[in-house]
């Protein structure tokens, strides 16, 4: 039985953090670009996603018809970060339903694809993501399921708590916790629900969230700098393809002036991201976030980089974000305390840990201005290009071998 017409998205700021501060950066330097998406799903549903199609394409209607309110606008001035004039631009930002097409595939799952104004095209991600979730997930909730998700956050919450009190008495540097699970959540009531239950129980380790509506409501900080469809635009931006990540780079320092300093490495893996980043980007970064590939290998290439460029390691900061859980965390936490900075950003296992297995869906960037555009991640499998030629020129040019 079809479900009853509902918004699953109800503020245009329920979405990343970063979503707003690459759009910024986009508006105010290449606001011509043309972008790209599509949408991938890594492992196999329950059901064929495809027998989602018609209530996708009632909620995409309905997120179009969102606007920001002046409260939520008077929030976003007070990120010291966002500019006013980007400000004035969302007063008048809406998204338009002609940029994104949705299609049952061949294989009966979903083929969506976004075409349009890289200013309109970089904001449907998160939405189309959090939307397929919530309502394949519809399907699947039961009382039980969701009283095993409760029983779950309960038991982080435990383990946090036992790993604090044992911090005390050791007095170690923190463990520095924060949500990032918009894009994979259950469903947006859960995810209010967990963030504002981590806030109040351990508000010294949680630190806060990417989602900027939970954000705003439950008075955490906000959390992000950039995605790789940031550094990947570059890639079609007119520049030396060999220069791309140098140039985006660039790009984020005058933008942000010193403000959002962690660089993202695995656009095309990190020993090329390391040779790019020299001693002027090591020294205007506040780190590095990592998101593919072994995190302890990850780490260690990072601290030596910092050391070989006569920088001290521990004036900088490693964010990891890959498939974490609390454990891991923990783990990765005691590997490098006292020789780095550290912080942890945890999605899936936060916003969609109920017994069910979660869905892998992705929304990436696969041209800009015409131009195919890659990302040539350390992990296999999260690399996505539809254009083989162009993938295998871009491994030739940044000397990466195929995984």
Same mark, same amino acid.
């Given at each position: 039985m079809k479900t009853p017409s509902? =918004?699953?998205?109800?503020? @245009?700021?329920?979405?990343?953090?970063?979503?707003?501060?690459? @759009?910024?950066?986009?508006?105010?330097?290449?606001?011509?670009?043309?972008?790209?998406?599509?949408?991938?799903?890594?492992n196999t549903p329950v059901y064929p996603l495809g027998e989602l199609k018609a209530e996708l394409d009632e909620q995409l209607d309905l997120l179009c018809q969102l606007r920001f309110s002046q409260e939520e606008l008077a929030y976003l001035r007070t990120l010291r970060y966002i500019k006013s004039d980007f400000v004035d631009y969302l007063e008048l930002f809406h998204l338009q339903r002609r940029f994104i097409t949705v299609a049952v595939a061949a294989d009966g799952g979903l083929d969506i694809r976004v075409k349009g104004p890289l200013v309109q095209a970089m904001f449907f991600e998160i939405f189309v993501l959090a939307i397929v979730n919530e309502l394949h997930f519809q399907r699947l909730s039961t009382p039980e399921v969701l009283q095993e998700g409760e029983r779950r956050l309960t038991d982080k919450i435990a383990r946090l708590l036992k790993f604090e009190a044992e911090q005390a008495q050791l007095h170690d540097g923190p463990l520095l916790l924060a949500d990032f699970g918009t894009r994979r959540r259950f469903s947006r009531h859960w995810h209010h629900q967990l963030v504002a239950q981590l806030h109040a129980a351990v508000p010294d380790i949680f630190r806060g969230t990417?989602?900027?509506?939970?954000?705003?409501?439950?008075?955490?900080?906000?959390?992000?700098?950039?995605?790789?469809?940031?550094?990947?635009?570059?890639?079609?931006?007119?520049?030396?393809?060999?220069?791309?990540?140098?140039?985006?780079?660039?790009?984020?320092?005058?933008?942000?002036?010193?403000?959002?300093? $962690?660089?993202?490495?695995? *656009? *095309?893996?990190?020993? &090329?991201?390391?040779?790019?980043?020299?001693?002027?980007? &090591?020294?205007?970064?506040?780190?590095?976030?990592h998101d593919s590939g072994d995190p302890f290998e990850w780490g260690e290439k990072a601290?030596?980089?910092?050391?070989?460029?006569?920088?001290?390691?521990?004036?900088?900061?490693?964010?990891?974000?890959?498939?974490?859980?609390?454990?891991? &965390?923990?783990?990765?936490?005691? =590997?490098?305390?006292?020789?780095?900075?550290?912080?942890?950003?945890?999605?899936?296992?936060?916003?969609?840990?109920?017994? @069910?297995?979660?869905?892998? $869906?992705?929304?990436?960037? *696969?041209?800009?201005?015409?131009?195919?555009?890659?990302?040539?991640?350390?992990?296999?499998?999260?690399?996505?290009?539809?254009d083989e030629t162009f993938l295998a020129y871009l491994r030739q040019v940044f000397e990466v071998q195929p995984l």
């Open positions: 509902r =918004h699953l998205i109800t503020s @245009l700021l329920d979405t990343d953090l970063y979503k707003f501060t690459m @759009l910024q950066v986009v508006l105010h330097q290449f606001p011509q670009a043309w972008g790209e998406y599509e949408f991938k799903c890594r990417s989602n900027v509506y939970l954000a705003w409501k439950l008075g955490v900080t906000p959390i992000g700098t950039m995605a790789h469809e940031f550094m990947q635009a570059y890639q079609g931006l007119g520049v030396r393809l060999r220069d791309f990540q140098k140039a985006s780079l660039e790009a984020w320092v005058q933008e942000y002036r010193g403000d959002l300093g $962690i660089a993202l490495t695995d *656009v *095309v893996g990190m020993d &090329a991201f390391l040779r790019d980043f020299d001693l002027y980007f &090591a020294k205007l970064f506040d780190g590095l976030r601290i030596r980089h910092y050391k070989k460029l006569r920088i001290d390691p521990i004036t900088k900061m490693l964010t990891f974000s890959d498939g974490l859980n609390i454990d891991k &965390a923990i783990e990765l936490y005691h =590997h490098f305390d006292g020789r780095i900075q550290t912080s942890f950003g945890i999605g899936t296992n936060l916003s969609n840990d109920m017994g @069910l297995e979660p869905l892998q $869906i992705v929304m990436k960037l *696969v041209s800009c201005n015409g131009q195919p555009v890659a990302k040539l991640s350390d992990s296999p499998g999260k690399s996505m290009c539809s």
